[in-house]
């Protein structure tokens, strides 16, 4: 079994920043594409940013120039620094990763999710 725990989120004003982290543990053979994604209340679940094993990165049009992805692959980890925060911003936000397993088995998981928000 694998388990993704995030941590990181909180209440920060509108131009703040956080930096939210996200470890898989857990029966890993290797942890191939790691994402973010949030769900803000009354909204379905939206892309945010991915980053493949290989370190290539992808962000919704929204964040980009603001968020951050990158990963530490020993650490089996993926980071999300969030700066220039807006209201907007305000979600749960969910960590995925497609893990594939000692047993030889490819699953993607989602984390638990933690609370961004931003308000003055």
């Known amino acids: 079994q694998v388990q993704l725990v995030e941590s990181g989120g909180g209440l920060v004003q509108p131009g703040g920043s956080l930096r939210l982290s996200c470890a898989a543990s857990?029966?890993?053979?290797?942890?191939?594409?790691m994402a973010w994604y949030r769900q803000a209340p009354g909204n379905q679940r939206e892309f945010v940013a991915a980053?493949?094993?290989?370190?290539?990165?992808n962000y919704v049009d929204s964040v980009r120039g603001r968020f951050t992805i990158s990963r530490d692959n020993a650490k089996n980890t993926v980071y999300l620094q969030m700066n220039s925060l807006k209201p907007e911003d305000t979600a749960v936000y969910y960590c995925?990763?497609?893990?594939?397993?000692?047993?030889?088995?490819?699953?993607?998981?989602w984390g638990q999710g933690t609370q961004v928000t931003v308000s003055s």
């Open positions: 857990g029966s890993i053979f290797r942890v191939n594409d």
């Open positions: 995925n990763a497609v893990v594939v397993s000692t047993a030889r088995s490819t699953v993607n998981y």
């Open positions: 980053i493949s094993s290989g370190g290539s990165t």
